[in-house]
């Protein structure tokens, strides 16, 4: 049988890896410098953590875990087991006796659950960075996977639109250091709150914002199909339809949003947050990004209630975002713990990888496959116990040394070892190299060689 893996997952390769790094490297680096530091949790949770906080569509795309007692049961229980596995196959509404943990969907809910068990022992406000893959049972295609990393960078307990501003600084300076062009895009999910509203629909806010979510993929009449579908009216279909028209600045939007939201107490506190942002986007500096309001942009997880975030790559043909987020009042409040104010955001670092192969942006030194920068190559068994100390002595000064593990008659099989794997430099170590204390060593790039005791050796790797 030939082997395969399952759809929408990967392998990655050195080269790859080494391509992936970079990218955690840069964002881990400026989670840092903004004061987040890291946790992890598990990576299956309770089906119970999970279900009922990403809404209708993402609960049908959470991977569920069958449950495995009835392999770990004695046998006089198996049959009993079974009996009732069966039995619950036909009442799909009583799934208890068929899963009870689901792999995570994303990182914040896991986060939330984390802050609410640990809630005496943090610090508030509480700034959290979190690197690690989440599933999601959806339709593989170009940069939509059922397995891929998240990097998440969250403010809990602290309501302060500060933290808005501090993380889109964040975004403009890590966007800048990958050398991605993005344009950031925000809304807040009290203007859209207030809308519903207006529209006498407040009852159907989650139906409102999936439906204007979709404005990229289904298109105008796409959205006021699905919103007639949902039990929208006609009336209000009609007083929405200059709103997802919106153009112009960010201030003649917010004109126009301010006048349609006149009668609405929570889209005039939206008002009130968004025009904080724009105020304030010169004391942080933006120097890179486009920042775009986007009165379409809803985000379509349940649980945010304030500003979001989205951030497209703003050159190439892959369009997908690569970052998403947004404030979320009382995530915790699911898990009993009330009160607790947060907000973040979620690099998406596998599109973020697609993004830059396409617009070729990965440097040049990173474009190999191997992370060795020096490999040494001997021509007997003496000569190849030489090299394991001198690889020993390289790596004591910090440089990356391999040691071809063979004694094989041609040297030249070694050569084709160090090309396949683009290793700059081969130290060659015979008889004469071993009574010297030398290294022949040859650029594999320029096709150079030069005779080097071993501290000069040292200096020119270094």
Request: overall charge neutral; aromatic content about 8%; glycine content about 8%.
């Amino acid at each position: 049988m030939k082997p395969s893996i399952p759809r929408g997952t990967r392998d990655f390769g050195p080269a790859e890896m080494q391509k992936r790094q970079y990218i955690f490297d840069i964002v881990k680096a400026n989670f840092r410098l903004f004061g987040f530091a890291p946790i992890e949790t598990p990576s299956m949770e309770n089906i119970s953590t999970l279900t009922g906080k990403y809404g209708e569509e993402g609960d049908q795309l959470i991977f569920k875990i069958l449950n495995s007692r009835i392999h770990e049961s004695k046998e006089d229980k198996k049959e009993e087991l079974r009996q009732e596995f069966d039995a619950s196959i036909q009442r799909p509404y009583n799934t208890e006796l068929l899963t009870e943990k689901a792999l995570r969907y994303d990182l914040t809910v896991p986060f939330a659950r984390y802050v609410v068990m640990n809630h005496n022992k943090l610090a508030y406000p509480f700034k959290r960075y979190q690197i690690q893959p989440v599933w999601r049972a959806d339709k593989p295609q170009k940069g939509r996977y059922r397995e891929f990393y998240q990097c998440d960078a969250d403010v809990i307990g602290s309501d302060s639109l500060v933290n808005e501003l501090e993380l889109l600084s964040m975004m403009d300076k890590t966007f800048h250091e990958l050398n991605i062009p993005v344009l950031i895009k925000f809304n807040n999910r009290k203007i859209l709150s207030g809308i519903a509203e207006i529209l006498n629909s407040s009852d159907k806010i989650i139906d409102i914002t999936v439906a204007i979510d979709k404005l990229d993929k289904i298109g105008k009449d796409g959205v006021i199909k699905e919103l007639a579908e949902k039990g929208i009216s006609p009336e209000s279909i009609e007083k929405l339809k200059p709103l997802i028209d919106l153009s112009g600045s960010n201030e003649e939007k917010l004109k126009v949003l301010t006048q349609f939201l006149s009668h609405s107490e929570i889209g005039k506190k939206g008002i009130e947050e968004i025009y904080f942002l724009l105020d304030h986007l010169r004391t942080i500096a933006i120097k890179h990004a486009t920042i775009e309001m986007d009165i379409t942009l809803a985000r379509g997880l349940n649980y945010y209630t304030g500003t979001i975030f989205e951030a497209k790559a703003n050159a190439g043909t892959f369009t997908p975002s690569i970052l998403g987020g947004g404030r979320y009042d009382d995530l915790t409040g699911i898990f009993g713990l009330k009160g607790l104010s947060g907000v973040g955001i979620s690099f998406g670092i596998d599109r973020i990888y697609d993004v830059m192969e396409e617009l070729e942006l990965f440097p040049e030194s990173i474009n190999k496959s191997s992370t060795t920068k020096v490999l040494l190559a001997n021509f007997g068994k003496a000569e190849l116990m030489h090299c394991l100390t001198l690889a020993s002595k390289l790596r004591t000064a910090g440089i990356n040394a391999e040691v071809y593990p063979d004694v094989v008659k041609k040297i030249g099989k070694q050569f084709e070892y160090a090309d396949k794997k683009q290793i700059p430099f081969v130290g060659v170590i015979g008889s004469n190299e071993m009574e010297k204390n030398t290294v022949m060593l040859k650029d594999m790039s320029a096709g150079t060689q030069e005779e080097l005791n071993h501290d000069q050796l040292i200096a020119r790797l270094k």
